[in-house]
C-alpha cells in the first residue's frame, strides 16, 4: 500500500491505538480489543476494516473468533511506521491507559472466551 494510505489509516486515534495495541500483543481477538479499548463491535469493525484494507494488520479466523496481527511483511517496506507509533504513544495518554489494561488482561488468565467476565 501507499504511504498516504498508511498514514490517513494511522491519523485516527482510534485506529493508532489498535495498532499500538497489537504491536504489544502480537495477536488479539476482535473480541479482546473491544473489550481493552471499550468500543462497540460496529465502530471497531469499521476500524479494522480500515487498517485491514491499510494493509497495516492482518486477520486470521480460528473457531468463531478473528484474530488480528500486525502484517509485519508491510511494515518491513514502510519503515517509517515505528516512528509514528513511537511519537503517538508519546502523544495520546490513551494508549498508556489501553497498554495497562492489556498487561492486566494478559495476568488475569481470561481468554477471548471469558473476556466477558473480565473487569480491568
Known amino acids: 500500500m ?3 494510505s498508511t498514514i490517513t489509516a ?3 486515534e482510534t485506529r493508532m491505538r489498535v495498532v499500538c ?5 502480537e ?3 476482535s473480541c479482546e480489543i473491544q473489550a481493552l479499548l471499550k468500543l462497540n463491535q460496529s465502530n471497531l469493525s469499521r476500524h479494522l476494516t ?3 484494507q491499510s494493509g497495516l494488520i492482518k486477520g486470521e479466523k480460528r473457531g468463531q ?3 488480528l496481527q500486525i502484517n509485519s511483511g508491510d511494515w518491513e517496506e514502510r519503515k517509517y511506521i515505528p516512528g509514528i507509533i513511537k511519537s503517538a504513544k508519546k502523544d495520546l495518554p490513551l494508549i498508556t491507559e489501553d497498554l495497562r489494561r ?3 488482561y494478559r495476568s488475569s488468565g481470561y481468554s477471548c472466551k471469558t473476556i466477558g467476565e473480565w473487569q480491568p
Open 21 to 25: 495495541l497489537l504491536q504489544e500483543a
Open 102 to 104: 492489556l498487561k492486566s
Open 50 to 52: 480500515r487498517l485491514r
Open 10 to 12: 494511522l491519523a485516527d
Open 27 to 29: 495477536d488479539l481477538c
Open 65 to 67: 473468533w478473528v484474530h
Open 2 to 4: 501507499d504511504t498516504i
